[in-house]
């Protein structure tokens, strides 16, 4: 569909596209049912926003604020990502979120044993835990 309207799709990021005229160019991000636009221009971004409402359904939810667990702070020099939030929210999920941060994070010279009397872990909330750090 974007194709239709003179984009081109990103070779090596399937979900990026982009559209030139000149020296201006539009950038989209597609991901499920959302969009990210970006452009040097408010007219060309408006006019892409415009031209995308004739076809779909859609509401235009403003300045990105947040997406995909990360968060964006837009300033007029500079443009800000971070994700303390998701990292709040996988120390509540790992019930870490009152621990302290430690220079080593565990007991020092520690030898497990086989006759170990700890808990078991459940190796699959585990791994969910560590893929969330990727």
Do not use: N
């Amino acid at each position: 569909m974007l194709g239709e309207l003179g984009f081109t799709r990103c070779a090596t990021e399937h979900a990026l596209y982009t559209w030139r005229w000149g020296k201006e160019e539009l950038v989209v991000g597609v991901y499920v049912d959302d969009l990210i636009i970006t452009g040097a221009r408010a007219e060309d971004i408006d006019s892409f926003k415009r031209e995308m409402a004739a076809r779909f359904r859609m509401s235009d939810l403003g300045a990105l604020s947040y997406y995909l667990g990360i968060e964006v702070k837009q300033g007029k020099e500079a443009l800000m990502l971070g994700q303390s939030v998701y990292a709040s929210k996988l120390l509540e999920r790992s019930g870490m979120a009152e621990c302290k941060p430690r220079v080593t994070p565990m007991e020092e010279r520690l030898k497990p044993t086989k006759a170990s009397t700890t808990v078991k872990i459940d190796a699959t909330f585990y791994w969910s835990i560590v893929d969330g750090l990727r």
